[in-house]
């Protein structure tokens, strides 16, 4: 099989080859790493690759044999490092598999290394010190999105079909939109966080993944959900497979339409023209479509600054766990500024703040379900401009603390971090492109607790009307035919 073959197919389709005995996992492992070869060294996405240990059983899943990646954070794969992008976690190697990773191998997945995260997850541009700057594979001069910027611009570029991603404030929609994918947030207790943790980010971050089409995404969702022992909560389980869900109709949906952000910033006018001809063919597909707004249930800056007390505090229990068990410092030798910023912000908050934080977060939750009481689903742009030119975040960002950064974030994607916030799946769909540039364009629908069910059916019916698979960027391991 040649690159340029190798690229039509998704994950479901190459793991029919595979049952089939057209071809094995070890020549896919084989071409995949090629794809790596052609194409990594200008989008640097993956960090680090390493040869097949896997042998899944031929048709064993729906995915058996599919290469795959996963993200250098939230993940262990025993033997293998998670240095979260960090220099302060350098050379950290797992000593065993997380629940995820586990489930991984069970899915019949083909882990062939990790992708670029920006340190600790803690911003949507991927340009980390410790491995440099992830590129956008459609424009190699613009951000691929983060924090699972690494996952996407691999996807996004052909290396693999499918790949691991996380997602605590739209870590996972935002690289979906920035790249041209589909990507899915689960609800909150879909998948296990364990055994190392009960919960990331107080339940804000969740584990997910970017794939070119919506089958892959629905089929690695079905085998790996469900809790394991230990977990504080779980989502009630679907009453079919999603992969049954991505090809049943999903009726008449009420949608509301939600252009201008919480927060009140500007929305490039494209990306508000390119949200209302989704909508516009929302309505084509049967659908009925209303613009709306939705009560956040506290205001934004309440909003925001719940979130820097949460994630921060946080942050500084994984810093100061690293520096001793490394016994390195913590300072501009181990740490980005901003991240050291966020630590010395997150050594403030008291316990009275962070506990009002989390009343924060219910009130969210709340209100956003309200919402979703009388709405099948919320519409929005997944972004609120094309992707950023590499080193935006850094313009202005020099002696920010803690909650300016996360400002900064939060002001880049002030759609994605309510649903995670409320614990609510939604997805980004890559229905639109920029005519100016060509670079695409997400278009986000968020549904209700447990409702990945709808947002599949819709996503399925989406990627028949309008389809994107022949869709690819400039850097494309498709293009590299003698490899």
């Not at 020549?27 to 790493?33: D, F, M, T, Y």
């Not at 065993?96 to 995260?117: H, I, N, P, Q, Y």
């Not at 049967?286 to 600054?305: A, P, S």
């Not at 979703?372 to 080193?391: H, K, S, W």
């Given at each position: 099989?040649?690159?340029?073959?190798?690229?039509?197919?998704?994950?479901?389709?190459?793991?029919?080859?595979?049952?089939?005995?057209?071809?094995?996992?070890a020549?896919?492992?084989?071409?995949?790493?090629q794809?790596?070869?052609?194409?990594?060294?200008?989008?640097?996405?993956?960090?680090?690759?390493?040869?097949?240990?896997?042998?899944?059983?031929?048709?064993?899943?729906?995915?058996?044999?599919?290469?795959?990646?996963?993200?250098d954070?939230?993940?262990?794969?025993?033997?293998?490092?998670v240095?979260?992008?960090?220099?302060l976690?350098?050379?950290?190697?797992?000593g065993?598999?997380?629940?995820?990773?586990?489930?991984?191998?069970?899915?019949?997945?083909?882990?062939?290394?990790?992708?670029?995260?920006p340190?600790?997850?803690?911003?949507?541009?991927?340009e980390?010190?410790?491995?440099?700057?992830?590129?956008?594979?459609?424009?190699?001069?613009?951000?691929?999105?983060?924090?699972?910027?690494?996952?996407?611009?691999?996807?996004?570029?052909?290396?693999?079909?499918?790949?691991?991603?996380?997602?605590a404030?739209?870590?996972?929609?935002?690289?979906?939109?920035s790249?041209?994918?589909?990507?899915?947030?689960?609800?909150?207790?879909?998948?296990?966080?364990?055994?190392?943790?009960?919960?990331?980010?107080?339940?804000?971050?969740?584990?997910?993944?970017?794939?070119?089409?919506?089958?892959?995404?629905?089929?690695?969702?079905?085998?790996?959900?469900?809790?394991?022992?230990?977990?504080?909560?779980?989502?009630?389980?679907?009453?079919?497979?999603?992969?049954?869900?991505?090809?049943?109709?999903?009726?008449?949906?009420?949608?509301?339409?939600l252009?201008?952000?919480?927060?009140?910033?500007a929305?490039a006018?494209?990306?508000?023209?390119?949200?209302l001809?989704?909508?516009?063919?929302a309505?084509?597909?049967?659908?009925?479509?209303?613009?709306?707004?939705?009560?956040?249930?506290?205001?934004?800056?309440?909003?925001?600054?719940?979130?820097?007390r949460?994630?921060?505090?946080?942050?500084?229990?994984?810093?100061?766990?690293?520096?001793?068990?490394?016994?390195?410092?913590?300072?501009?030798?181990?740490?980005?500024?901003?991240?050291l910023?966020?630590?010395?912000?997150?050594?403030?908050?008291?316990?009275?703040?962070?506990?009002?934080?989390?009343?924060?977060?219910?009130?969210?939750?709340?209100?956003?379900?309200?919402?979703?009481?009388?709405?099948?689903?919320?519409?929005?742009?997944?972004?609120?401009?094309?992707?950023?030119?590499?080193?935006?975040?850094?313009?202005?960002?020099?002696?920010?603390?803690?909650?300016?950064?996360?400002?900064?974030?939060?002001?880049?994607?002030?759609?994605?971090?309510?649903?995670?916030?409320?614990?609510?799946?939604?997805?980004?769909?890559?229905?639109?492109?920029?005519?100016?540039?060509?670079?695409?364009?997400?278009?986000?629908?968020?549904?209700?607790y447990?409702?990945?069910?709808?947002?599949?059916?819709?996503?399925?019916?989406?990627?028949?009307?309008?389809?994107w698979?022949h869709?690819?960027?400039?850097?494309?391991?498709?293009?590299?035919n003698?490899?």
């Open positions: 099989m040649k690159l340029s073959e190798y690229v039509t197919y998704d994950g479901v389709g190459l793991a029919d080859l595979v049952a089939r005995g057209e071809v094995t996992p020549e896919l492992a084989s071409i995949a790493q794809a790596s070869d052609v194409v990594n060294p200008q989008i640097n996405a993956v960090v680090e690759t390493w040869p097949a240990q896997d042998t899944p059983v031929p048709g064993s899943t729906p995915l058996a044999g599919v290469p795959f990646l996963i993200k954070l939230a993940v262990a794969m025993a033997g293998k490092r240095e979260l992008g960090s220099r976690a350098a050379g950290n190697v797992a065993a598999d997380s629940s995820l990773m586990a489930c991984f191998r069970r899915a019949g997945l083909v882990t062939l290394g990790r992708t670029a995260t340190e600790f997850a803690y911003s949507t541009t991927t980390g010190v410790l491995y440099g700057a992830t590129r956008n594979p459609w424009d190699l001069t613009r951000t691929p999105g983060g924090s699972s910027g690494g996952s996407g611009a691999a996807v996004a570029a052909g290396i693999v079909p499918i790949a691991h991603a996380t997602d404030a739209g870590s996972l929609r935002v690289p979906a939109a790249n041209g994918l589909f990507g899915l947030k689960p609800t909150r207790g879909r998948v296990s966080m364990g055994p190392d943790a009960d919960e990331v980010f107080n339940g804000l971050a969740v584990h997910g993944a970017l794939s070119r089409s919506v089958r892959d995404s629905a089929a690695l969702l079905d085998l790996v959900r469900g809790p394991e022992i230990g977990d504080p909560y779980f989502a009630q389980q679907p009453e079919r497979p999603y992969a049954q869900e991505a090809t049943r109709s999903p009726g008449r949906l009420r949608i509301g339409l252009t201008q952000p919480w927060g009140g910033r929305v006018g494209d990306l508000v023209d390119a949200t001809r989704s909508a516009r063919l309505e084509s597909l049967g659908h009925q479509v209303e613009e709306v707004q939705v009560d956040l249930g506290v205001g934004w800056e309440e909003f925001v600054l719940a979130n820097a949460l994630w921060s505090a946080n942050l500084v229990t994984w810093i100061d766990g690293f520096a001793a068990a490394f016994d390195r410092p913590i300072d501009s030798t181990t740490v980005e500024p901003e991240m910023a966020s630590y010395l912000y997150g050594r403030q908050v008291s316990g009275a703040e962070f506990v009002h934080a989390l009343a924060v977060r219910n009130n969210v939750a709340r209100a956003i379900g309200r919402y979703f009481a009388g709405y099948d689903l919320l519409l929005t742009p997944t972004l609120p401009e094309l992707p950023v030119p590499l080193g935006t975040y850094a313009e202005g960002a020099e002696g920010t603390d803690g909650l300016g950064w996360l400002k900064q974030l939060f002001h880049r994607s002030p759609f994605t971090a309510a649903f995670n916030v409320a614990g609510t799946p939604a997805m980004s769909v890559p229905l639109e492109t920029d005519p100016a540039t060509g670079l695409p364009i997400g278009i986000q629908f968020a549904a209700g447990g409702r990945e069910d709808v947002l599949f059916r819709l996503a399925g019916q989406l990627e028949q009307a309008t389809p698979a869709r690819t960027p400039t850097v494309w391991a498709g293009n590299h003698n490899a």
